[in-house]
């Protein structure tokens, strides 16, 4: 906290000097003026938060030196000191805002009271500033110059010597899990809350009032994160920036922190520094897009649980290994879990019903093991599903054959066999061939050509009579087709068998 005293009377400078105990008001840096005029000059490079001022003085008086401080943009907590008692004083101060108006002789015991007051007073208003300031920067807005001239005051005005960043993603705290902030204050830091536009991040600014408590900064932030982690369900990630000690570093420090706090995607049960370290990216996209375009290729092609459970596992060790982006960790993983909905056993709910979009997954899961969980989840619940779904289609697949054998004349095109079992034509194809051990079509055509193979044999119908009965297009579609199975022409077959032994 800053003070500037301005009297012309050099015994007043020295009696509050000898009789108040500035740094038990948190006043550490006092300067002095002697008139009006001086006292103008110096609060625009000084700006300190409080002020006590003299009414006579020579050159310019304290009602005018006030008049000049009007055009402030923070204007100084003032306290009025004067030998008279007259109305139009106390007018013209209270029109200019002033605080306090008190009588000399000075009473150091009330001048004490008043200036502790106005103390509490300005480091309300000054931590008022400084999470203003701190809500726009972490919300990317652009600072001026003058906003981290404003900011830089609030931090001298709390005592701030160094300051740090804490980022916290995955929750937003609640009073009944935070330790007590006297435990912060012991150590010689304060802690300022600074919302952000995300319900899943908190920044707290950690101002440091002495070069020792930067020392005990990861300790407490260590025992914050465990008492979080006791109260809350959800993963918590935690990161630091490095210390500094200029408004102008606050942007840097917030990328740092939040930099440090999305190693927690890995590993969210420890608080992390910010080290410089870069997450793996650029050539790594190229494999990771490799192994989704396999992934999704064997989905389609019906491979087992067991399959595309061990292609997940390996995904998985890749992002940990290299430590991969957590945003291309998160793309990764949401085209793996598309691939999942696309599995047959996902056909009875639509993909965008199973699948949320990028930016909601996103904000769902905080870690990288939250993320494995769930997608081994989902790979479980369609192997349950596909098991349920197989057991239809099998089931459909039996009575198809059925079918098959008693009206080899109708129509048996796949889609039109599908339409009338209700079951999808691949699944028919696939079942078919893997319970029957034989391709659909052939056993379609088996069939059709023992059935006319026996009507050439019991009956002297045409080839058009038999082509209709066993579902060919005409007689001489029936024809070539009987002479491709049986290496033989319908008459040649029919003349052999009618042949007397």
């Not at 006043?27 to 009006?36: L, R, S």
């Not at 000399?104 to 500033?129: C, H, N, S, Y």
């Not at 707290?204 to 009032?209: A, K, S, V």
């Not at 793996?280 to 019906?302: M, P, V, Y």
């Amino acid at each position: 906290m800053k003070l500037l005293i301005v009297d012309d009377q050099m015994s007043v400078h020295k009696f509050l000097r000898k009789m108040i105990d500035w740094p038990a008001l948190g006043i550490y840096e006092i300067k002095h003026a002697y008139n009006g005029q001086e006292a103008v000059e110096l609060i625009q490079s000084f700006r300190p938060e409080l002020l006590v001022i003299d009414i006579h003085m020579p050159i310019t008086d304290g009602i005018e030196a006030l008049k000049r401080m009007k055009q402030l943009a923070v204007k100084p907590k003032t306290v009025i000191l004067s030998a008279y008692d007259t109305f139009d004083y106390a007018r013209e101060a209270l029109r200019l805002s002033v605080s306090h108006y008190l009588l000399k002789p000075i009473d150091a015991g009330l001048l004490t009271d008043i200036l502790l007051e106005l103390a509490a007073e300005a480091r309300a208003d000054a931590l008022a500033v400084v999470t203003e300031g701190m809500e726009s920067l972490a919300n990317l807005e652009q600072p001026a110059d003058r906003q981290m001239i404003i900011l830089q005051d609030g931090f001298t005005a709390l005592g701030i010597k160094g300051f740090a960043i804490v980022t916290v993603t995955g929750m937003a705290p609640s009073k009944g899990s935070e330790i007590q902030v006297q435990e912060w204050i012991s150590q010689g830091m304060i802690r300022i809350p600074v919302r952000t536009r995300s319900s899943r991040e908190m920044l707290f600014l950690i101002g440091l009032h002495d070069g020792k408590a930067e020392g005990s900064l990861y300790d407490l932030c260590a025992e914050q994160l465990a008492h979080w982690r006791l109260h809350l369900s959800s993963s918590i990630s935690m990161g630091i920036s490095g210390p500094d000690c200029s408004a102008a570093a606050i942007p840097r420090l917030i990328l740092e922190s939040r930099r440090a706090a999305m190693t927690g995607f890995y590993r969210p049960e420890v608080v992390h520094r910010y080290d410089g370290t870069a997450f793996a990216d650029g050539e790594i996209r190229l494999h990771l897009r490799r192994l989704e375009q396999a992934f999704d290729e064997k989905t389609q092609d019906g491979y087992s649980a067991e399959s595309l459970g061990q292609e997940l596992r390996s995904m998985f060790r890749i992002l940990r290994e290299q430590e991969v982006e957590p945003a291309l960790a998160y793309q990764t993983c949401h085209r793996f879990l598309q691939s999942l909905t696309r599995l047959p056993s996902a056909s009875s709910q639509s993909q965008a019903d199973r699948t949320p979009p990028l930016t909601e997954w996103m904000q769902r899961f905080n870690t990288l093991g939250e993320i494995e969980r769930e997608l081994f989840a989902r790979l479980a619940e369609s192997q349950t599903e596909s098991d349920n779904v197989l057991t239809k289609v099998q089931e459909a697949v039996r009575k198809i054959k059925g079918y098959i054998d008693t009206h080899c004349e109708a129509d048996l095109s796949l889609q039109s066999v599908a339409d009338r079992f209700k079951t999808d034509k691949y699944q028919i194809s696939r079942t078919f061939k893997q319970q029957f051990g034989e391709n659909y079509w052939q056993y379609v055509t088996r069939v059709r050509m023992e059935k006319a193979a026996e009507l050439l044999m019991e009956t002297d119908w045409k080839n058009a009579v038999i082509a209709e009965r066993t579902g060919f297009l005409g007689g001489s579609h029936f024809s070539r087709s009987f002479k491709k199975h049986f290496s033989t022409t319908p008459k040649e077959f029919r003349a052999c068998r009618m042949k007397p032994q």
